[in-house]
Every structure is written in C-alpha cells, then in structure tokens.
C-alpha cells in the first residue's frame, strides 16, 4: 500500500518508514452516482430558476409567481426542469453499490454488471487506452465526470481506461479488470495505488 501522506510504498497496516503516518490495510473507492447526481440536480435547479426569471421579464416580478403557476405550459416546464433530477436519480441508483477495493493481496471491484477480484500476483499488464465517454458502458452521461471537479467548470480529463490483465485461473481463461472513465471516484489515487503494485500503464 502506499503511504496518504508521502506515497511512500509499505505493508498496509503498518507505519510509514518515512514519516511515521498510519499505512491503511484497504483503501474503498465508491461509484460516481453521487457526483452526476449533483451536477444533473444543479441543473434542473438553474431550469427552474431560469423559467422563474423569463416569466418575471414578461409580467415583472410581483405576478410572476401567480402567471407560473397558472400557465397553461406549467406541466412541460415542470417536467423539462425535473427531467435531469430524475436521471441523476437514476444513475445514482445504478451506482450506489460500485465500488472498488484495494489491499496488499489483490484488487476487487463490487458492482451492478459483476464482481471482480483479482490478485497481484496473477496480473499480468497494465495498460491505459483512450475509450470515448459513449462507448463506456454508462454512455454519454460519463462525461459529467469532468463537470465541477478539482474546482473548474469543466476539467480536462481524457477519457483513458485502464486494464489489468491476469494469468487464466483453473476456472476459466484469462481475466482483465477494466476501469472506465467516469465510473470511479478519486481515480488518481486509485492509479498510484495499482503503479505501485504493478508499474506504469502502458499506453495503447
């Protein structure tokens, strides 16, 4: 494992030998439900604000309240405000229970298309490759991943995939592990943490 506060490599459990701090024996990465659940809910709060102040400008701000309401159109505004709320609840459904382990032992990730677990000593490569937002296996709506991150509207995040590859188990043949954009918190700690146990990706 590696160290929080140096990145110094030691056995998980143990204290640093460089600065003393607590080594973690795990480190849990949780799914991005939460964050495309924000983004999309900040969204259809700026709809709704935005339809508020479009009525306000036409009538003025003391009957835009009773005109909003009373509109025949206050269904389809309505809808088109919440639509993003309701698929921001949906992705966080989808993902509440993605989640990636990481130990001294093996790497597991516990999620709603499969659990996987694979040991280091099994890997075989680890190799980085650009994979598009819409060919992920959440589709377009990954993207939001680079949305209000590392405090910027927009981040320049590449949507690059990572894959382990491991030695064919008795039970079947060769495995891999595919990290997608988009699909994992704190992803540039979780890379440290997999160079650590199995040197840089190789790009491909």
């Not at 204290?15 to 439900?33: D, H, I, M």
């Not at 005109?67 to 919440?82: D, I, P």
């Not at 039970?171 to 997999?194: F, N, Q, R, Y």
Request: some cysteine; overall charge neutral; proline content about 7%.
């Amino acid at each position: 494992m590696l160290c929080p506060q140096c990145e110094t490599m030691a056995p998980g459990g143990s204290a640093c030998p460089s600065c003393g701090t607590p080594v973690p024996e795990r480190e849990t990465f949780g799914g991005q439900g939460a964050h495309y659940m924000w983004v999309l809910a900040l969204l259809s709060a700026t709809l709704i604000v935005f339809a508020w102040v479009v009525a306000a400008l036409r009538v003025g701000w003391a009957s835009a309240y009773r005109q909003f309401w009373s509109s025949r159109w206050m269904v389809a505004y309505a809808l088109m405000s919440l639509a993003p709320l309701a698929i921001g609840a949906y992705y966080w459904l989808l993902l509440r229970d993605e989640e990636m382990v990481v130990t001294d032992e093996y790497i597991e990730r516990r999620s709603h298309w499969g659990n996987q677990q694979l040991l280091w000593v099994q890997a075989t490569g680890f190799y980085r490759q650009l994979l598009p937002f819409k060919q992920t296996r959440l589709g377009r709506i990954a993207g939001l991943s680079r949305v209000l991150v590392d405090s910027r509207l927009i981040a320049r995040l590449p949507p690059y995939a990572y894959i382990i590859t491991a030695n064919p188990s008795s039970s079947g043949p060769m495995d891999a592990m595919t990290i997608e954009p988009g699909s994992v918190s704190d992803l540039p700690w979780l890379l440290k943490l997999i160079t650590a146990q199995l040197g840089p990706p190789h790009v491909t």
